[in-house]
């Protein structure tokens, strides 16, 4: 059987930055948003939706972008999405 994303992700380890890597540049573009892509696409659950707004919890990102793509192919093209400062981010168990 296959192992869970939560215990796959468990094996990783991450150097927070204090600063976040990814913003919400209008949170109205969100509320606007019908299909709301980044609850959906990332593994991590960064995003959540928290009565009138979406919620970044950006110390679990895994770097995978795909939150970025989503919003800006299918939502309203609201997140901002940089790498972490040099040195910070997710460590992977393999490199």
């Not at 059987?1 to 540049?25: C, F, G, N, R, Y």
């Not at 995003?47 to 795909?66: F, G, P, S």
Request: proline share 4%; with cysteine; hydrophobic share 35%.
């Amino acid at each position: 059987m296959p192992e869970s994303v939560e215990t796959l992700l468990a094996h990783d380890k991450w150097d927070w930055d204090t600063q976040s890597h990814i913003k919400i540049v209008d949170q109205e573009l969100c509320r606007k948003c019908e299909s709301k892509p980044c609850l959906i696409v990332c593994p991590a659950r960064v995003y959540t939706w928290e009565k009138d707004h979406i919620a970044v919890n950006y110390q679990a990102c895994l770097e995978l972008r795909a939150c970025y793509v989503a919003c800006h192919e299918f939502g309203n093209g609201a997140i901002q999405w940089n790498y972490p400062r040099g040195g910070k981010g997710v460590i992977f168990k393999l490199g």
